[in-house]
C-alpha cells in the first residue's frame, strides 16, 4: 500500500458517505432493481455484495474475497478490505454503516475521492440486497475492532455495537433472500462459481474463493474453488479458445491508460467462422456494446486493413472487404474503467461514453501494429483468415437474397411446412419449432390454431458451429426458419446483424423428443439461435417446451410425470388409492407416441405447460459452453458429459 493509499485509507470514514435516495419501493417493486426475483435476481443479490469487495480491491485495499453458500442457501461474503466505516455520519443521524445497509444507492462509491471507478455504481447496492433478504449480519473488521449490525427485511434489529477486538480489516455480509420475495432460493454453484471466474479475469491479482457448505464430501471437505488470474484478459481469452483451434500461437494483448481511461485488451484469431467479442465496462458485461466496442472496431478494422493493402495481399480480390470480414474466427475481451458509466439501450448494459471511443481505438490500433511488424507469419495468416472470410461472405450474400427474396414473392412467401395462425398480432402470437413430421402433425391437430403456429423440421439441422456462412443459408431447414420467423440478415455495416422489425411470432418455441437425439437437436436449434439469432433471446423471445417423460395409469386416474421424483411420487400415491396395486408405466420416447389431446393437455395449452426462456446471464461462459459441444475439440466434450451425465435422461 502506497503511502497516499494509506493517506486514503485513514480518511475514509462517514464524510465519504453520500445519500441519494430511500428503500420505500424496494420490496413492493424488486424486480425493478434486479432484473426479476427468478433465478437471474436472486443470484444478482450475490453479485452486488460481491461489487462492494472488487471495488475495495480497484481502489487498492483488497485482494481476497470470499464466497459461501451455507446449507440454509444462505450466502456470506467477506473480504480484506478496509471495512466499511461504522462512525457517525452527521447528515443521516446515525452509523455510516447503517446508512450503507438501509439506505438506497448510499456508499463511499458515489465519492470521487474514495472510489475513481466503481463497478456497483450499474447495481443498486448493498442495501437492496438487505431490503429483499429476511434475516442479513453486516460483520466490520476495522481501526482493531469487530462490529455488527443484524437485520430483517432491511430493518436494523439493533444499533451497531462492538463485539471483539481484531488486528483484521475487512467487511463480511451474510444474507438469507426473503423467500416471500423470491420464487426460489435455491443457489447455483455453476451459475456463482462462472461469474467469480468472470471477475477474477477482469481483476487480475485478486483472488475468489468460492465454496459450497452444502455438498460435502466423506470426509468432511466442502465442493470449494478459487479464481485467481495473474494475466488478465490475456488468460481469459485463452479460456474462451480452449476448445478451437487457433490461427495464431498466443493472444495479442496490450493495457494501458489513454486520455485518463484504463483499457485492458486481448484477442486471438482462430478457424472458426463466428465472431465472439466480449465487452466490459467496471466489470460489468455490456452485451449491447457501446462506445468501447465501437472504438475496438474502428481501431482493428483500419488497422488490419492498412496493413493487408500496404503487404499487396488485397490486390487480387474483386470485391470490398467489410468490417465483419476482419472479424471472423476473432474471440477478444475488451475491458475499460469509467468514473461516470452512461448505459443505455434496453437493458441498460449498452455504454454511451463519447469520450471512450477514441482511447480505446488509439489502444487496439498501437497494440495490432506492433504485433503485426512483429509478427509477419502470424500477420499473414490472419490476412488470409480476412480474405477467406470475405469470399464467403460474397457467396453467402446471394444465398441470403434467395432467403429473403421469398419474403416478397407473390404471396405469402412462407415455407411450405408452416401451419400459421389465424392472428396476425406478434405480441398474441407463438410459433413451435417441432422435430419431426410426425411430431409437428400431432402438434398442428392438438395446437390452437387462433394464436399457434407449428414449423416442423426434419431431423437434426446444420450445426452452424462449423459451417461457413454460405453454407448456412444454404440449408433448407435454417432457411424456412429465417422465412417463417419474418426476421431479415444483413446490413451495410454488418452482414450478420439481424433486423428483428418484422418479427412475426413474439413467443419461438423450440419442441422436440425427451430423449437423447430430442436432446441433440434442440441444442443445434439453440446454437444456431445463440449464433445468428441472438437478439432473439437477448428480447425474450426464445422457449424450450418441456413435455412429460411418463404417464402414468390406474383404472380410470392419468397423470403426468416430468421427472423421476414425480414419477416415483406419483407410484405411490396411486399405490395407496384404492384397491388395485398395479400401477401402469409409460416412458415418452418421442412427441408423436402422445395422441394430439394429451400433447396439448401437457405441453401446449398455456394454462398447463411450463416454458423454459432461454436467456444468457454470462455471454462468454455460453460462447465457451456452445464451443465446447458443437466444435471439434473432442476431449473437452467428453469431460463435460462425463461430469454433467448424472443430470440427464439417458434411454435405457
Request: aromatic share 8%; net charge negative.
Amino acid at each position: 500500500m502506497t503511502d497516499e493509499q494509506k493517506l486514503q485509507a485513514s480518511n475514509y470514514s462517514a464524510g465519504n458517505i453520500q445519500v441519494l435516495e430511500g428503500l420505500e419501493a424496494v420490496r413492493k417493486r424488486p424486480a425493478m432493481y434486479i432484473g426479476d426475483v427468478g433465478a437471474k435476481g436472486l443470484h444478482h443479490l450475490v453479485y452486488e455484495v460481491v461489487d462492494n469487495s472488487i471495488d475495495e480491491a480497484l481502489a487498492g485495499y483488497c485482494d481476497t474475497i470470499s464466497v459461501f453458500i451455507h446449507p440454509d442457501n444462505s450466502i456470506s461474503v467477506r473480504d480484506n478490505g478496509r471495512g466499511i466505516p461504522t462512525d457517525f455520519h452527521e447528515k443521516e443521524g446515525r452509523s455510516a454503516l447503517e446508512v450503507v445497509m438501509t439506505v438506497l444507492h448510499a456508499g463511499g462509491k458515489f465519492d470521487k475521492d474514495t472510489y475513481k471507478v466503481s463497478g456497483g455504481l450499474h447495481g443498486v447496492g448493498v442495501s437492496c440486497v438487505n431490503a429483499l433478504s429476511e434475516h442479513l449480519k453486516a460483520t466490520v473488521y476495522r481501526g482493531g475492532k469487530i462490529y455488527e449490525q443484524s437485520y430483517a427485511i432491511g430493518k436494523p434489529l439493533h444499533p451497531v455495537k462492538e463485539v471483539d477486538s481484531t488486528d483484521e480489516t475487512g467487511t463480511e455480509v451474510h444474507f438469507r433472500p426473503d423467500v416471500s420475495i423470491f420464487e426460489e432460493i435455491t443457489y447455483s454453484y455453476d451459475t456463482l462459481a462462472s461469474r467469480m471466474r468472470e471477475l477474477a479475469f477482469l481483476n487480475k491479482g485478486i483472488r475468489i474463493t468460492l465454496t459450497d457448505l452444502r455438498e460435502v464430501d466423506e470426509e468432511g471437505n466442502a465442493k470449494s474453488e478459487s479464481f485467481f488470474s495473474e494475466g488478465g484478459l490475456y488468460e481469459f481469452v485463452q479460456f474462451l479458445d480452449a476448445n478451437r483451434e487457433p490461427l495464431i500461437s498466443q493472444p495479442i494483448y496490450m493495457e494501458g491508460e489513454k486520455n485518463g481511461i484504463p483499457v485492458e485488451v486481448s484477442m486471438i484469431y482462430n478457424t472458426s467462422f463466428s465472431e465472439n467479442i466480449h465487452s466490459y465496462v467496471n466489470n460489468i458485461n455490456t452485451h449491447e456494446g457501446g462506445t468501447h466496442l465501437q472504438g475496438f472496431r474502428r481501431g482493428l478494422t483500419a488497422t488490419l486493413k492498412k496493413y493487408a493493402e500496404d503487404s499487396g495481399m488485397l490486390s487480387k480480390l474483386k470485391f470490398e472487404i467489410a468490417g465483419d470480414d476482419f472479424r471472423e474466427g476473432l474471440t477478444a475481451v475488451i475491458s475499460v474503467k469509467v468514473a461516470e458509466p452512461q448505459f443505455e439501450g434496453q437493458t441498460k448494459t449498452k455504454l454511451g461514453n463519447r469520450e471512450v471511443n477514441a482511447p480505446v481505438s488509439q489502444a487496439v490500433s498501437e497494440m495490432l501494429s506492433y504485433y503485426l511488424e512483429e509478427n509477419p507469419n502470424e500477420a499473414k495468416a490472419i490476412v488470409q483468415k480476412v480474405i477467406l472470410a470475405a469470399t464467403a461472405r460474397h457467396a453467402a450474400r446471394k444465398a441470403r437474397e434467395m432467403v429473403q427474396r421469398k419474403n416478397v414473392l407473390t404471396g405469402t412467401g412462407l415455407p411450405g411446412k408452416l401451419s400459421d395462425c389465424a392472428d396476425k398480432d406478434p405480441h398474441n402470437c407463438e410459433i413451435y419449432l417441432v422435430e419431426g413430421d410426425s411430431a409437428g402433425g400431432t402438434a398442428k391437430q392438438g395446437r390452437d390454431r387462433n394464436f399457434q403456429a407449428i414449423l416442423p423440421l426434419r431431423g437434426k439441422i446444420l450445426n452452424v458451429e462449423k459451417a461457413m456462412q454460405h453454407k448456412i443459408f444454404d440449408n433448407e431447414e435454417i432457411k424456412n426458419i429465417y422465412t417463417a420467423l419474418g426476421v431479415r440478415v444483413g446490413t451495410e455495416e454488418d452482414s450478420k446483424a439481424l433486423d428483428v422489425s418484422g418479427l412475426r411470432y413474439h413467443k419461438v418455441i423450440i419442441m422436440c423428443d425427451a430423449d437423447v437425439d430430442g436432446s441433440h437437436i434442440e441444442t443445434l436449434i439453440l446454437t444456431f439461435f445463440f449464433r445468428h439469432m441472438r437478439e432473439l433471446i437477448e428480447g425474450g423471445h426464445v422457449y424450450i417446451a418441456t413435455p412429460p417423460l411418463y404417464l402414468l395409469k390406474k383404472g380410470s386416474q392419468a397423470r403426468y410425470a416430468w421427472n423421476d421424483a414425480e414419477r416415483d411420487a406419483i407410484i405411490n400415491e396411486l399405490k395407496g388409492a384404492g384397491k388395485e396395486s398395479g400401477v401402469g408405466l409409460q416412458r415418452y420416447k418421442g412427441l408423436g407416441e402422445m395422441n394430439a389431446e394429451q400433447l396439448w393437455d401437457t405441453t401446449m395449452n398455456p394454462s398447463n405447460r411450463t416454458l423454459r426462456q432461454v436467456t444468457i446471464e454470462n455471454a462468454a461462459e455460453s460462447d465457451r459452453v456452445f464451443s465446447m459441444l458443437m466444435g471439434d475439440d473432442v476431449p473437452p466434450r467428453r469431460e463435460f458429459i462425463e461430469q454433467n451425465a448424472k443430470y440427464a435422461n439417458i434411454d435405457a
